[in-house]
């Protein structure tokens, strides 16, 4: 048992750590071939290994520290948030069986550590005693916190059409259609949070080269920078995994074939993982940076009414007519 667990957490911390280093390498590539450059490609054959080069001279880069700043939490704060992204892959399902935690309260759970990732950004910009982080890290806040209600309700949608049960249960119950077809809507509007949530282009407001003297990390260097930026393409991931689960059906494969079943659940889950995490990319070479004004109006005026809606209406389906499935 002491060595199971253990064991456990090493396969879920490691692969996404690798995950984390690669697709930094993804997203460099997929935006050099839509922007028509070649991207990485000198370090290694095919630029493979460049996050291995860009790691080490991180890791090897003076650590700075402003002699304002609160040094302990000005230490606390990046590694906070990236650890932050590990612990809730803890109830995201692979496969059948393979998960940490399957609890009941898995979505609660990964909910409630994604709204404490505010927490490490406020810490951050606070710490440094510079009005321009605090600046960088209330409108980060003030964005986290303003999609997190409809996320909450998009959430509550989904747990109405398949029931108050665990991760595992959820992507069963999926296997006659996947909850993705009748709540498409649902759908996008819980991706579009998810970019506003994780600061992701075009919601990367807070990070902005021309707003805020780059956000509330304007003073970190070294790891200190290194782990906001491992932990914002963890949140990557970590996010990609409750679409796949609640929407595309999570592991089984995508037709019912006896050449599909072959092939393992936790392979599928990846494929599926990969495809959001692609949509991430995409929408961050394909469309404009939004202003601060209409990333607030686009979360309160447009999705919190239209997540408050389609609550009511498929609780109003579920309950006139139970026969549906």
């Known amino acids: 048992m002491y ?11 490691l692969p996404l750590l690798l995950g984390v280093a690669f697709l930094v390498l993804a997203e460099r590539k997929v935006m050099a071939f839509v922007q028509r450059r070649k991207g990485p490609d000198v370090v290694g054959s095919f630029g493979l290994l460049q996050p291995l080069a860009d790691g080490l001279k991180l890791i090897l880069k003076e650590p700075i520290s402003p002699s304002s700043a609160n040094f302990s939490l000005f230490r606390m704060a990046p590694v906070a948030t990236f650890m932050l992204s590990l612990v809730a892959r803890a109830v995201v399902p692979f496969d059948y069986g393979m998960v940490l935690s399957d609890s009941n309260i898995g979505l609660l759970y990964l909910f ?19 009005k321009y982080a605090f600046l960088g890290a209330l409108r980060s806040a003030a964005q986290m916190v303003s999609y997190e209600v409809s996320i909450g309700l998009i959430l509550i ?26 709540l498409f809507p649902v759908l996008v509007m819980f991706f579009i949070s998810r970019l506003a949530e994780t600061n992701r282009a075009p919601f990367d407001l807070p990070e902005a080269e021309a707003e805020s003297v780059a956000g509330y990390n304007v003073e970190y260097s070294s790891m200190g920078s290194a782990l906001f930026f491992l932990g914002e393409y963890a949140n990557m991931i970590l996010m990609s995994g409750p679409c796949t689960s609640l929407s595309p059906g999570g592991w089984p494969p995508i037709l019912d074939l006896p050449i599909f079943k072959r092939i ?10 990969i495809l959001f995490l692609f949509l991430y990319i995409w929408v961050r070479a394909a469309f404009p940076r939004y202003r601060y004004d209409q990333l607030m109006g686009l979360g309160r005026k447009v999705f919190l ?21």
């Open 264 to 273: 393992p659940g936790s392979i599928w889950f990846s494929i599926k993982v």
């Open 305 to 325: 009414p239209l997540s408050l809606a389609r609550v009511v209406a498929v609780s109003g389906v579920s309950v006139t007519f139970p026969w549906l499935p």
């Open 157 to 182: 949608t989904v747990l109405i059409c398949v029931g108050p049960r665990n991760s595992s249960e959820i992507v069963m119950a999926q296997k006659q259609i996947w909850s993705g077809i009748p």
């Open 112 to 130: 409630a550590i994604s709204s404490l990732g505010v927490y490490g950004i406020i810490t951050a910009g606070w710490s440094l005693y510079s």
């Open 3 to 13: 060595i199971a667990v253990p064991a456990e957490i090493l396969g879920i911390i």
